[in-house]
C-alpha cells in the first residue's frame, strides 16, 4: 500500500562520532503508509539512522522534512513526537522499576489527572491484544520481573499506543531479536494491518527472510550509506547478503593469506568449554597455536562465553578448562578497556605489571622500554607514550588494548569483537600480528561481527541464543555456510 | 514452548522472595514491638504505643526526605543538619515572626531545589555537595539560635500533641505519610520521577527534562524535611542546631531497609516508612532489654548489620 | 571499512603545551592565601610558629587523610566512617598496653595496630560478604567498636611512656616528629601509587572496575589491602594522637570523621575513584587548621566559621569535580 | 514513706568522655549499694547510641513506660527534652535533671551554677593580678547550652573587672586535642596572655600548647582532670606554679539520685537545688590528687545525708 505521500524525508543526513564515521550522507524517504525494511552488518548505521529519525541525535549535516517537503527545524524527541514518530529502539528503553502500565504514561504526557493509571493499563492492554494476542501480561506487573521477550512485546505495543497525536511513523530496531517465533509472526501481521491503517513503519532486522515477508520496500546499508533500494517482491535473499557483505575479491585475499595446514591433533589443548547443563549446544575447545573465531550475531552469546573462560583460569571448573593464563582484549573500550585518566604506557602495562617488578617495584625502565616495544610493534600512532590513552584516535586506542594482551605472558587470547572502529589499514597490520603470535604458540579465540575476520580463523563455531550450533573448518568456512547458521531460526536450519 | 512455560515458573518463586523481602520491615518492626509488650505488657495500649512511636514521625518525614533523593540515585548527607534549622526557625523565627519564619522556611527549601540544579548541571557527586551543604545548615542554625532554647508555635504542639480517638496519634500520621506518599509516587508526576531515577536515558528520549525531575525531587526533599523540623519541634516544644544530626544516617538506613535502592530508582514509600519506625523502635528495644550500659551503643550498629545483611540475602536470594 | 579512519592530526598533535599545575597545588594556594590574610590581621606576628603549628597538627590528618583516600580512590560510594572508632581503640589499647613504661612501645604499638586492622578486615567482610553498603557497613562497625573501646578503656586518660610522648612532641632538625612520620608516610603512599601492583590495581579499579577485572589485576586483594590499610593509618593516628597530647580519650577520634573526607576530596582526590593525590591532602590539611586559626583570629563566631567551611567545600567541589562533565 | 520497692532509672545521652565514664562509675557504685540496701529495688543507667536529644527523648518516654518511678536526666539539651520530660510527669513520675539540666517546669533541678564558674575564673585571677592583662578563652561545643552560659559568666566577669581583656576566644570542642589544636593555631598571633580561662579539662592540653609553642606558660584555670592536676603539682613543685581548678564533680549524678529517692519517700524538695562546684586550691591540692584515680577525673560521690544536707539547706 505505498502512496506517493511523504511521511518523511532525511536528505543527505550524515553523523559522525569522532573517527567513526556512521553515516555518511543518507537520503531516505518514507511514504505514507508505507513497510520499509532496513538491513545491513553490525555497525552499518542502522541504529544511527533510526536514532536521528527519533530525534535522539542531532545529525552532524542534512536536513529532515515532513508533510511534502516541510523542513522540521531543531528536530528534536519533543518535534519527532509531535510529528507522530515513535520509535522502539535496539537497548530497550524501557524503565525498568515501572510498571507496564506506568511505562506506557511515561511516553504520553497527556495521560494524567483522575484515572490515568486505569487508562495507560487499558492503553497498553489494548494494543498488547492488538498485537500479541494471548500474551499473558498483566499490565500492573513491574517490568525487571518479565523475560526479556515479554519486555519486547511492552516496548512494541507501548510504540502503536494512541492519545492525542496520530502516529506516523513506527521505527522498530530489531523488535524480534527477543521475540519468540509465534510472537514474531504476530508482530508481522499486525504491521501489516497497521500500515493499511496509514501508519509507515520501519522494520530493522537482521533475520532476512522476516524483512522480505515484512516490508514493501528494503532498504541495504553499508559503511553509513545506502548501499541498495528495492522493492521486497524483486529481491532475494542472496542479493541482499551480497550487497551487505564482503566483496569476493576481498574474502580470496584473506583466504590466500591464511595457512593452509591444519594440524590440529598433535597440539596441545588449551581450552575446553562444554555446554553448560541448560543450554546445550556443541562443546568448544581450542589447541594451542588455534585461531578460533566465534561467530554468529550480536549478543547470541559469544561474550558471555568469553567471560566465562577468562574467569575460569586458575579455577578447576569441569566444564570450562583452561591450561594457560588469559588475557582478554575487550571490543567496547569504554565500558570494558580502557582506563582514561592513565598514560598509554600504562594502559599497556597494566596487564603485565608482575614481570616489571625489581625488587618488589614496578620498574619505571622496563615500563618505558615495555611500552616502546609496542609502540614499535604494533604501530601506535603518537609522539609521546606518557600522552593521556583519548589523546589517541578510537582505532590507535584499540591497538594499545591489543599491545596490553600481547605483551602478557597470557598462552590465550580472547578477543570481544576486538576491531570497532579500527580502520582497514590497521586491521591488516592487527591480522598479520595475531597470525605471527599464533605460530609462536598463542591461541586466539576471536568474537567478530564482522565477516571477513572470520576468514582469518582456522576453524570457526557459530553461535544462536546461547549455543554453538555450528563448527566449520577452514574448507567449509564460507559466507553462505557462516550467515546459514547465525540466521538459524525456528525452522531448525542449522549447519 | 518452554520458554513460556520456564517463564511462567520463575515469577511465581521470585514473588516469594520479593514478598519476604517487602515485607521485612514490617516483620521486624512486629518483632521488636512483640518482645518489648511481653516484656512490659502496658505498652500495648493508646498511651504506650504513642510515648513509643511519636518520635519515629520526625523521622518518618525525614526518611521520606531522602527517599527523594535516593530515588534519583542521589545521596543527601545534609539532611540532618537540615532537620535542624528548620526546628531552629521555627522555634525562633516562625513563633516570633510568623512570616518571616515561613519566608526563611520557603527559602531553605529553595536552596534545596538549587542544589539539585547545581548537581545535575555540573555533574557532581551529590555526597561531596551536600556534605559541605551540612556545614552551612548546621553553621545557619547555631547563628540563629546560639544556645538551644525558643518555644514551639502554639499549633506545632497541637498538631503533635493531638489525641485522635482509637488510633495513636504516630500510627495515625504514619499511615497518612506512608500513603499520601505511596500515592504521590503513583501518581501520573510520580511515576515519571522515578522514571527519571530508574532508566534517565529512556525518560529523555521520551522527551521528559532530567533537569527538572531532579529539582522537583530535590525540592520535595527539602520540604519533607521543613516539614520533619516542624514535628521534631512540635515534638520536643523547643530548638537545639545540634538536635537531628543523627537523621542523616537514620534516613538513609531507613529507605534502604523499607526495601530501597542506592540505584535504579527503586524506592517504597510504605516500606521506608516501616523502616523509620522499625529504626527508631530499634534504640528503645534496646532500653528494653536492660542490655549493660557499655553494649548499649553497640548493640545498635550490630542491630543495623543484622538487619542490613538479612536484605542481603533475601536480594541475593532474588537475583538466583 | 570504507571509511577513512586514520588519526586525523588533532588526534596526535603534540601534548599541550600550556602550563597546567598539579591539582595538588591548589589547596596549597589556598592555604597559603589564608595565611597571608590572617598575617596582615595579626600585623605580621608570628607566621613562622603559626606554620610549624600548622604543620605538626595537619600531619595527623594527613596521616588518616592518607587511609581514606586510599578507600575513596577504590571507586563511587566507598567512604570509610568508622575511622573514629579505630583512632580511639587504638589509642586506648596503645595506652593501656605500655602503661608508661618505656619498654612496652613496640608491644603497645603493635597491639593497637592489630586491632585496628582487625577492624580493616571486619568492614571489608561486610562489604563484600555481607553487601552492606560501606556508608552504613563502616558506621555500624563503628558503633560496635566504640562500645569496645568504652568497655576496654573505661575512658581513663593513661599518660604514655616518656620516650614516646618525647618522641611525638618532639622535633629533629626544627621539624616535628610527626610531620616527619606523616612525610614519610606520604612518600610510601606516592609510592606504592606509583610503582606496585595493589597501587596500580587500586587506580585502575576505581578508574573502572570492570575493566580492572577483564585486565586481570587482582581487585578483591586490592580492595581489601585498602580497607586494611585506611583502619590501620587510622590506628597509627590514635597511637601519636594519644602520644601527642599525654595520653587517649574516647573521644579523640570524632572530629576526624568528616574531617578526613574533607581534607582527601579539597586534596584533589576524585570522589568518582581512580585519582588519588597524597600531596594534595597535605594542603587541603594545612587549610582547615589555617581556615580556624584565620577565623579564630577573627573572632568569628562559631556559626559563620560553619558556613565558611561549607562554603569552601561546596566550591572547590564545583570547581573541581565538575571537570569530568565539561 | 517506704521506697523500697521504687525504681528510679538514669537517662544518659553520652558516655564518650572520662567525665561521663565517672558520672557511670559513681552512679553505679553508690546505686548498687543502695539497691543492695534495700533502699530502692532498681537503679539502672541507660545510655543512647548517639549524643542526641531526639534518641534520648525516645530514651525517657520507654522509661516512663517502663514504670520507673523516677527518671535521674543528665540531658542533651535544656530544652529539646521538655515535651518528653512533660509526658513523664503528666505519667507520675518524678523527674530530677543534673548537670545537664531541663528548664521544664514540672521536673527538679540539680544545677550547678555555670555562669558563676565562669564569672569565679575571673575574678580568681582578678585578685592574683589586679593590674590586669589579656585573657585566651578556651570554650566547648558550639550550640550547646553549658558552654554558653559558663561564656557568659566569663563576660560577667570581664565587666566587673575591667582590667582584663579577652583578646582571643577558640572552640576546643571538650575535647583536649581539638583544644590544644585551637590554642597553639592562634597563639602565634597573640600578645602576651596573662591567664586562660576555661571550661574544665582543656588546661593540660593549653599548657602543651603554650610549651610547644615556647612561650611563657601563663596561669591557667584547671579542670577536673587527673593529668591537669598533676601537671599543676610538678609545675607548682618545680617552680612555684600557682593557679586553681573548678569543675563539677562527676559523682553529682548521685546527689541527684538521693534527690529522687527523697522525693519519692515524700519529702518536700524544692524544684531548683544549686551544687557547689569543686574547686581544688593551692593548699588542698596535694589531697585531691591523692583521691584521684590514676586517669581519671577529681570526684566526690554524695550520701543520703549529703543530699539531705543539700534539701535542707535550700529551705
Ligand atoms: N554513541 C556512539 N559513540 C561512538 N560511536 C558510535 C556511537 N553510536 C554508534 N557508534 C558507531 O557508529 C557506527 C554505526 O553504529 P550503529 O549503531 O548505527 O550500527 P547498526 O547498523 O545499528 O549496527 P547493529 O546491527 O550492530 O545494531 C558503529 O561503528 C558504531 O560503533
Ligand atoms: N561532648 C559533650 N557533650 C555533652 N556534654 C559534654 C560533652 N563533653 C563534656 N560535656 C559536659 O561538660 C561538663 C564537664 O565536662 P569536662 O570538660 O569537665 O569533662 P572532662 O572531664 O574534661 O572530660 P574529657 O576531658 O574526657 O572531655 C559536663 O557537664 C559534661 O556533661
Ligand atoms: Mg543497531
Ligand atoms: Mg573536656
Not at chain 1, 27 to 41: M, S, Y
Not at chain 1, 139 to 161: H, N, W, Y
Not at chain 2, 219 to 235: D, E, K
Amino acid at each position: 500500500m505505498v502512496s506517493d505521500e511523504t511521511a518523511l524525508l532525511l536528505d543527505d543526513v550524515r553523523k559522525s562520532f569522532g573517527a567513526v564515521r556512521a553515516l555518511a550522507g543518507v537520503t531516505l524517504r518514507v511514504g505514507r503508509g508505507e513497510r520499509l525494511g532496513l538491513v545491513g552488518h553490525n555497525g552499518a548505521g542502522k541504529s544511527t539512522l533510526m536514532h536521528v529519525l527519533a530525534g535522539v541525535l542531532k545529525p552532524d549535516g542534512g536536513t529532515i522534512s515532513a508533510d511534502g517537503g516541510r523542513q522540521v527545524a531543531d528536530y528534536d524527541t519533543a518535534a519527532a513526537g509531535r510529528l507522530g514518530v515513535r520509535c522502539v529502539f535496539q537497548e530497550l528503553s524501557l524503565c525498568p522499576n515501572l510498571t507496564v502500565g506506568e511505562n506506557a504514561r511515561v511516553l504520553h504526557p497527556g495521560l494524567r489527572g483522575w484515572g490515568w493509571r486505569k487508562r495507560a493499563e487499558g492503553l497498553i492492554l489494548e494494543q498488547l491484544d492488538a498485537i500479541f494476542p494471548g500474551h499473558g501480561i498483566d499490565p500492573k506487573t513491574i517490568v525487571a520481573d518479565l523475560s526479556l521477550g515479554r519486555r519486547q512485546m511492552v516496548e512494541i505495543a507501548r510504540a502503536f499506543t494512541v492519545t492525542d497525536t496520530p502516529i506516523r511513523l513506527v521505527i522498530l530496531d530489531e523488535p524480534t531479536s527477543s521475540l519468540d517465533a509465534t510472537a514474531a509472526e504476530q508482530l508481522l501481521s499486525y504491521l501489516h494491518r497497521a500500515n493499511l491503517g496509514g501508519v509507515a513503519s520501519v522494520f530493522i532486522s537482521h533475520i532476512l527472510p522476516e524483512v522480505l515477508s515484512a516490508a514493501e520496500r528494503v532498504v541495504v546499508m553499508r559503511e553509513g550509506r545506502i548501499v541498495l533500494d528495492g522493492r521486497a517482491s524483486e529481491l532475494t535473499r542472496r542479493i541482499i547478503v551480497r550487497s551487505m557483505g564482503a566483496a569476493d575479491e576481498e574474502l580470496s585475499e584473506a583466504e590466500s593469506s591464511a595457512r593452509v595446514t591444519d594440524t590440529t591433533a598433535d597440539r596441545p589443548r588449551q581450552v575446553l568449554a562444554t555446554p553448560l547443563a541448560a543450554t546445550g549446544g556443541m562443546e568448544l575447545s581450542a589447541c594451542r597455536g588455534d585461531i578460533v573465531g566465534l561467530a554468529g550475531l550480536a549478543g547470541h552469546g559469544q561474550s558471555t562465553m568469553l567471560i566465562r573462560l577468562f574467569d575460569a583460569w586458575g579455577k578447576r571448573d569441569p566444564a570450562t578448562q583452561v591450561a594457560a593464563p588469559v588475557a582478554l582484549v575487550p571490543g567496547d573500550r569504554q565500558s570494558d578497556g580502557v582506563f582514561p585518566l592513565w598514560s598509554i604506557s600504562r594502559n599497556i602495562s597494566v596487564r603485565s605489571l608482575g614481570s616489571l617488578r625489581r625488587f618488589g617495584l614496578i620498574d619505571p625502565g622496563r615500563e618505558k622500554d615495555l611500552a616502546a616495544t609496542w609502540r614499535e610493534r604494533i604501530g601506535i600512532r603518537t609522539p609521546d607514550m606518557d600522552n593521556g590513552i583519548l589523546s589517541l584516535s578510537g582505532g590507535n586506542q584499540q591497538k594499545a588494548l591489543f599491545a596490553r594482551a600481547l605483551a602478557s605472558e597470557a598462552g590465550i587470547i580472547l578477543m570481544d569483537d576486538p576491531m570497532r572502529g579500527v580502520d582497514i589499514s590497521t586491521k591488516a597490520e592487527v591480522y598479520r600480528f595475531i597470525r605471527a603470535e599464533a605460530e609462536r604458540g598463542r591461541t586466539f579465540l576471536w568474537y567478530s561481527t564482522e565477516m571477513e575476520e572470520l576468514f582469518h580463523c582456522d576453524r570457526v563455531y557459530v553461535f544462536h541464543q546461547g549455543r554453538i550450533v555450528a563448527h566449520l573448518h577452514r574448507g567449509q568456512m564460507t559466507e553462505a555456510a557462516i550467515l546459514r547458521a547465525s540466521y538459524a531460526d525456528a525452522s531448525g536450519e542449522v549447519a | 514452548m518452554t520458554a513460556a512455560s520456564l517463564n511462567a515458573r520463575g515469577p511465581a518463586r521470585f514473588d516469594a522472595v520479593r514478598l519476604l523481602r517487602m515485607l521485612l520491615p514490617a516483620i521486624a518492626l512486629s518483632l521488636m514491638l512483640a518482645v518489648i509488650f511481653s516484656q512490659q505488657p502496658r505498652a500495648m495500649s493508646y498511651v504506650g504505643l504513642t510515648l513509643l512511636l511519636n518520635l519515629a514521625v520526625p523521622v518518618i518525614l525525614a526518611t521520606l526526605s531522602q527517599l527523594c533523593i535516593i530515588a534519583i540515585n542521589d545521596l543527601d548527607l545534609s539532611i540532618g543538619s537540615f532537620v535542624g534549622l528548620c526546628a531552629c526557625i521555627a522555634a525562633t523565627l516562625l513563633k516570633d515572626t510568623p512570616l518571616l519564619g515561613v519566608a526563611a522556611l520557603v527559602a531553605a527549601v529553595g536552596v534545596y531545589g538549587l542544589v539539585g540544579a547545581l548537581i545535575h548541571w555540573r555533574a557532581l557527586p551529590s555526597i561531596v555537595v551536600t556534605l559541605g551543604l551540612s556545614f552551612i545548615w548546621m553553621g545557619l542554625a547555631v547563628l540563629i539560635l546560639p544556645t538551644p532554647g525558643g518555644r514551639a508555635p502554639e499549633f506545632l504542639t497541637t498538631v503533635m500533641k493531638w489525641k485522635p480517638a482509637f488510633v495513636p496519634l504516630p500510627i495515625l500520621y504514619a499511615v497518612i505519610l506512608g500513603l499520601g506518599m505511596h500515592l504521590l509516587m503513583r501518581s501520573s508526576l510520580g511515576t515519571i520521577l522515578r522514571g527519571a531515577g530508574g532508566n534517565p536515558k529512556a525518560l529523555a528520549n521520551a522527551g521528559w527534562s532530567l533537569l527538572r525531575a531532579r529539582v522537583t525531587l530535590y525540592l520535595m526533599a527539602g520540604t519533607l524535611g521543613a516539614l520533619s523540623g516542624l514535628a521534631l519541634v512540635g515534638l520536643t516544644t523547643s530548638g537545639d542546631a545540634n538536635m537531628a544530626l543523627r537523621y542523616t544516617l537514620l534516613s538513609i538506613a531507613g529507605v534502604i531497609l523499607g526495601g530501597g535502592e542506592f540505584t535504579g530508582g527503586r524506592v517504597n514509600p510504605v516500606g521506608a516508612v516501616l523502616g523509620a519506625m522499625t529504626l527508631t523502635l530499634a534504640g528503645s528495644f534496646l532500653t528494653f532489654m536492660h542490655i549493660p550500659p557499655d553494649w548499649q551503643i553497640g548493640a545498635q550498629g550490630a542491630i543495623l548489620i543484622i538487619v542490613l545483611a538479612l536484605r542481603a540475602v533475601l536480594n541475593r536470594a532474588e537475583e538466583r | 571499512m570504507i571509511t577513512n579512519d586514520l588519526p586525523s592530526p588533532a588526534d596526535v598533535a603534540p601534548a599541550r603545551r600550556t602550563l597546567v599545575l598539579p591539582v595538588w597545588v591548589w589547596p596549597l594556594l589556598a592555604a597559603a592565601v589564608v595565611l597571608a590574610m590572617t598575617l596582615i590581621y595579626s600585623g605580621g606576628r608570628g607566621a613562622a610558629d603559626i606554620m610549624s603549628a600548622a604543620v605538626t597538627f595537619s600531619a595527623l590528618f594527613v596521616i588518616v587523610g592518607l587511609g581514606q583516600m586510599l578507600v575513596i580512590t577504590s571507586g563511587p560510594g566507598n567512604v570509610d566512617l568508622s575511622i573514629p572508632a579505630a583512632i580511639s581503640l587504638a589509642g586506648a589499647i596503645a595506652m593501656k598496653v605500655m602503661d608508661g613504661s618505656n619498654g612496652m612501645i613496640v608491644a603497645g604499638l603493635a597491639a593497637a595496630l592489630g586491632a585496628a586492622m582487625a577492624l580493616g578486615v571486619a568492614n571489608y567482610l561486610l562489604i563484600r560478604l555481607l553487601r552492606i553498603p560501606p556508608i552504613i557497613a563502616t558506621l555500624s562497625s563503628a558503633l560496635i567498636v566504640q562500645s569496645i573501646a568504652i568497655a576496654y578503656g573505661r575512658g581513663l586518660k593513661i599518660k604514655p611512656p616518656p620516650a614516646f610522648a618525647d618522641f611525638c612532641t618532639g622535633r629533629t632538625l626544627g621539624v616535628s616528629n610527626l610531620a616527619l612520620v606523616a612525610a614519610v608516610l606520604t612518600a610510601i603512599v606516592l609510592l606504592v601509587l606509583a610503582r606496585t601492583v595493589y597501587g596500580r590495581t587500586l587506580l585502575a579499579l576505581g578508574q573502572n572496575q570492570r575493566a580492572a577485572r577483564l585486565a586481570g589485576t587482582p581487585v578483591s586483594r586490592a580492595r581489601l589491602t585498602t580497607s586494611v590499610v585506611s583502619a590501620g593509618f587510622a590506628g597509627l593516628c590514635g597511637v601519636l594522637l594519644a602520644g601527642f597530647s599525654g595520653g587517649s580519650s574516647l573521644n579523640m577520634g570524632e572530629e576526624y570523621l568528616l574531617a578526613s573526607i574533607a581534607v582527601t576530596v579539597i586534596g584533589g582526590t576524585s570522589v568518582a575513584g581512580g585519582r588519588a593525590e597524597p600531596l594534595g591532602i597535605w594542603g587541603a590539611a594545612l587549610l582547615l587548621f589555617l581556615i580556624v586559626t584565620m577565623l579564630n583570629t577573627f573572632g568569628l563566631s562559631a556559626g559563620v566559621r560553619l558556613i565558611a567551611t561549607g562554603v569552601i567545600i561546596v566550591t572547590v567541589i564545583a570547581i573541581g569535580g565538575g571537570r569530568k562533565a565539561a | 514513706a517506704d521506697t523500697s520497692s521504687k525504681k528510679i532509672a538514669l537517662s544518659n545521652n553520652y558516655a564518650g568522655n572520662s567525665w561521663r565514664q565517672a558520672m557511670l562509675k559513681s552512679w553505679g557504685t553508690v546505686t548498687s549499694k543502695a539497691v543492695a540496701d534495700k533502699v530502692v529495688a532498681d537503679a539502672s543507667a541507660f545510655t543512647t547510641a548517639e549524643n542526641q536529644a531526639t534518641e534520648q527523648a525516645a530514651q525517657i518516654q520507654n522509661l516512663i513506660l517502663q514504670g520507673y518511678d523516677a527518671i535521674v536526666v543528665n540531658a542533651a539539651s535544656p530544652t529539646a527534652l521538655n515535651g518528653a520530660v512533660k509526658e513523664a510527669c503528666d505519667a507520675g513520675v518524678t523527674v530530677v535533671s543534673f548537670d545537664g539540666i531541663v528548664t521544664e517546669p514540672c521536673a527538679w533541678r540539680v544545677a550547678v551554677d555555670f555562669r558563676k564558674m565562669g564569672e569565679i575564673q575571673v575574678d580568681y585571677l582578678a585578685q592574683r593580678y589586679p593590674q590586669g592583662g589579656n585573657l585566651l578563652e578556651i570554650r566547648g561545643l558550639a550550640g550547646v547550652f553549658v558552654d554558653d552560659e559558663i561564656h557568659k559568666g566569663i563576660e560577667d566577669g570581664v565587666k566587673k573587672h575591667t582590667n582584663f581583656k579577652i583578646v582571643s576566644s577558640v572552640h576546643g570542642d571538650w575535647t583536649q586535642e581539638v583544644a590544644q589544636k585551637a590554642v597553639a593555631g592562634v597563639l602565634p598571633t597573640l600578645p602576651e596572655i596573662r591567664g586562660v580561662v576555661t571550661q574544665g579539662g582543656d588546661g593540660y592540653g593549653a599548657a602543651q600548647a603554650f610549651k610547644g609553642a615556647g612561650r611563657p606558660v601563663p596561669t591557667i584555670i584547671m579542670g577536673n582532670r587527673q593529668d591537669e592536676l598533676l601537671w599543676w603539682k610538678e609545675q607548682k613543685d618545680a617552680n612555684g606554679y600557682e593557679t586553681m581548678s573548678v569543675s563539677i564533680a562527676p559523682g553529682v549524678g548521685t546527689l541527684a539520685f538521693w534527690v529522687a529517692q527523697q522525693i519519692l519517700d515524700g519529702k518536700d524538695v524544692p524544684k531548683d537545688l544549686i551544687v557547689p562546684f569543686l574547686s581544688v586550691e593551692q593548699g588542698n591540692l596535694e589531697e585531691r590528687l591523692n583521691q584521684t584515680e590514676k586517669g581519671g577525673v577529681t570526684n566526690v560521690e554524695y550520701s543520703l545525708s549529703d543530699a539531705q544536707a543539700v534539701i535542707g539547706g535550700k529551705k
